[in-house]
């Protein structure tokens, strides 16, 4: 395998998913200020969520990926809703393939953990190229207008996300 995957759980592993995510930051195309594009990146260190960083066979940080639990407009009570913060692979390293290996994780981390979450949200810059890729797992459920350009709001149940991944082959990660 070319790359693997580590949950951030010591302040070692938070501080390279954080300064990943800042030292690329132009290419993360954040449709919001830095300040609340910031929050978002370090929402999962500071709040109750979960960071993750991939690496490849050189032990460096190709990708971060992140969520929470629970939404603002419910003062994160809603437990049972997970947010997608932040998805980044370095460009080089993109494709189908480890996006889809960062799904069957993040869905099997969720279940391992006996998780009661019920649905996956996330945003994300309105794109064309992007909306053909999320509406494979995902639900269009919104489009806005910020200041900072269009953002779409998608949605899908946990057990969608987890058949889907389960359509592809692989090894189990826990």
């Excluded at 195309?29 to 929050?39: E, K, Q």
């Excluded at 992140?66 to 390293?93: A, M, P, R, W």
Aim: glycine residues 2%; negative net charge; aromatic residues 20%.
């Amino acid at each position: 395998m070319d790359h693997y995957f580590s949950i951030c759980s010591a302040e070692m592993y938070y501080e390279k998913y954080m300064a990943f995510l800042l030292e690329n930051y132009d290419q993360l195309r954040m449709p919001y200020s830095f300040t609340v594009a910031l929050s978002f990146l370090a929402s999962p260190v500071l709040m109750e969520g979960k960071a993750f960083l991939c690496f490849n066979d050189d032990d460096e940080v190709i990708g971060a990926f992140s969520y929470i639990y629970g939404t603002g407009e419910n003062q994160y009570e809603d437990k049972h809703i997970v947010q997608i913060q932040v998805v980044y692979f370095l460009e080089q390293y993109r494709s189908s393939r480890l996006f889809l290996h960062a799904l069957q994780y993040v869905t099997e981390y969720i279940a391992y953990m006996e998780e009661d979450v019920k649905e996956f949200r996330f945003w994300t810059s309105s794109d064309d190229s992007l909306r053909k890729l999320f509406t494979k797992i995902a639900e269009r459920v919104a489009s806005v207008e910020t200041a900072n350009g269009p953002l779409d709001e998608y949605r899908a149940s946990f057990l969608a996300w987890q058949s889907y991944a389960a359509r592809f082959q692989h090894e189990p990660f826990f």
